[in-house]
């Protein structure tokens, strides 16, 4: 699948824009942001750790179950320049 290459900055901007479409997302940023070897998928990036100020468990695993179907997504769409 061909994707479009987007910056680490866009990236980024994607993913948090995505994340605070959603309600169960809203809030929380992306932290762990790394470039990687490309996946069997041809994806070359991924986002790793999640952050909000919130420490609630059962918010913070919910978030993150939520934020891996949008990454995922973006994921599928876009690649690292």
């Known amino acids: 699948m061909s994707r479009e290459l987007k910056t680490e900055q866009e990236l980024l901007a994607l993913v948090v824009k995505a994340l605070d479409a959603n309600p169960a997302t809203a809030g929380w940023i992306p932290t762990g942001f790394h470039e990687t ?3 069997e998928t041809g ?3 991924d986002i790793t750790h999640l952050h ?3 420490k609630d468990a059962e918010l913070r ?4 179950n939520q934020a891996a179907a949008l ?3 973006l994921r599928g769409r876009y690649n690292l320049s």
């Open 61 to 64: 695993d919910a978030a993150a």
């Open 43 to 45: 994806c070359n990036w």
């Open 37 to 39: 070897v490309e996946d």
């Open 71 to 73: 990454i995922n997504d």
């Open 52 to 54: 909000r100020d919130r």
